[in-house]
């Protein structure tokens, strides 16, 4: 029996919704193509300006986890998909949205059944949260970092773990950007709303996540910087992608798994069994995964004053930087999420009719109110 995407629209835009956005804007917009095509737009945020582009950038960039999670929601139930980047010129700029991001046909008539690996990831959208509390001590383990390498790697961007000495020169860059920084949000957080500088041994957080109080956090955090061969927008919609496979690759393995296993598996086994007390023991462990969460600002100010990003080594690889990645193992469970800033169904972000572009020269209607601050 062929596929109805519009029986399953329901399911599709909450699993597209839980994908990371820069101060939780979603500024994505799906539209649905009847029969079989889903579109993707970056939707207009802010005022009649166009944006500068460190917001584009970022913005494309939460495009592009939310397309990444669209995809295996569509996965698994067992169809392939194509999916365009960039399908129309004329919708092309993510600096005058609305932008046409991307357009994914769905297979309906051929089945094509998800992999494990489609389905652990799957399994681990609902579970990833950013978490901004500090780690515990237990580094994350190679085995897994490197999953998370590769995993960036399949969809086009490169991941690299930062020598402790480069995370310590970033925390001390990001530290010097966060005292200096005016963030360029006419519209929605003003200034003040972020509060005094981050002191010293405080992460960068910026005032809508951060609840003041002071607590001590990892003293050498374990970085991870993110980079595409070029800065263009398909580039951002990459790097958009790699994070979410990324971070879901970290959440998908378990706290317990040294080796990218959960703790059952490589308990003791007898006669081939496994041991019976590790049967029996719960694997509270097994319960959560690597968590992560983004130090950007020091990338955003470079774009800001129109420089090339800056990398946090004082060795250049060739490619450019778009994310910087904290990640380690938060040490109790991400408290449940404040679904009082979740947007409501009516809202744009659903699905909806296509976003016209308004003729040249015509006032664009009144900007969002962002509600993320
Ligand atoms: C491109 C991008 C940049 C981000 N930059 C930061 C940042 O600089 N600091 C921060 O604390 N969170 C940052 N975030 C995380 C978002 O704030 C977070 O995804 C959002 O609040 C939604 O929460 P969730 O990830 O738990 O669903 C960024 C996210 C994206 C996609």
New binding site residues.
């Given amino acids: 029996m062929s596929y109805d995407p519009e029986s399953d629209l329901g399911r599709l835009r909450d699993e597209a919704q839980?994908?990371?956005?820069?101060?939780?804007n979603r500024p994505w917009h799906f539209e649905y193509v009847p029969p079989d095509h889903i579109r993707l737009w970056l939707r207009p945020l802010e005022g009649p300006m166009p944006l500068n582009k460190a917001r584009a950038?970022?913005?494309v960039?939460?495009c592009g986890?939310a397309l990444f999670n669209l995809r295996l929601a569509i996965r698994v139930v067992g169809h392939d998909l194509v999916v365009w980047l960039l399908p129309e010129p004329t919708y092309a700029n993510p600096r005058n949205p609305p932008t046409l991001l991307a357009s994914v046909e769905i297979v309906t008539q051929r089945v094509k059944k998800a992999g494990i690996r489609e389905q652990a990831l799957y399994a681990a959208i609902e579970q990833?949260?950013?978490?901004?509390e500090p780690y515990r001590i237990l580094p994350a383990p190679l085995a897994i970092l490197t999953a998370m390498e590769d995993a960036a790697a399949q969809e086009g961007a490169y991941l690299r773990l930062l020598h402790p000495r480069e995370a310590k020169r970033w925390m001390r860059r990001a530290a010097k950007v966060d005292k200096a920084f005016i963030p360029p949000f006419p519209n929605s957080v003003p200034p003040a709303d972020y509060g005094p500088p981050p002191k010293n041994r405080y992460p960068?957080?910026?005032k809508?996540?951060w609840n003041g109080e002071k607590r001590r956090f990892e003293r050498i955090p374990q970085l991870m910087a993110l980079s595409t061969d070029d800065d263009t927008t398909v580039d951002w919609l990459q790097a958009?992608q790699a994070?979410q496979c990324a971070i879901l690759t970290g959440t998908r393995f378990s706290k317990s798994a040294r080796y990218g296993q959960a703790a059952k598996y490589h308990a003791p086994h007898r006669d081939g069994y496994p041991a019976r007390r590790h049967l029996l023991k719960p694997d509270d462990e097994a319960r959560d995964g690597l968590s992560a969460?983004?130090?950007?600002?020091p990338l955003?100010s470079d774009d800001i004053d129109g420089e090339a990003r800056r990398w946090p080594f004082r060795w250049r690889y060739a490619e450019v930087p778009q994310?910087i990645i904290r990640v380690g193992y938060a040490p109790e469970r991400?408290p449940e999420?404040d679904t009082s800033r979740e947007r409501s169904a009516e809202d744009s972000s659903g699905w909806s009719p296509p976003l016209v572009k308004p003729p040249p020269g015509a006032p664009r209607g009144k900007p969002e109110e962002d509600t993320?601050g």
């Fill in positions: 839980r994908a990371p956005s820069v101060f939780y950038r970022e913005y960039i939460s986890a990833r949260h950013t978490n901004r960068r957080t910026r809508d996540f958009g994070l969460s983004f130090l950007t600002q955003e994310m991400q999420k993320s």
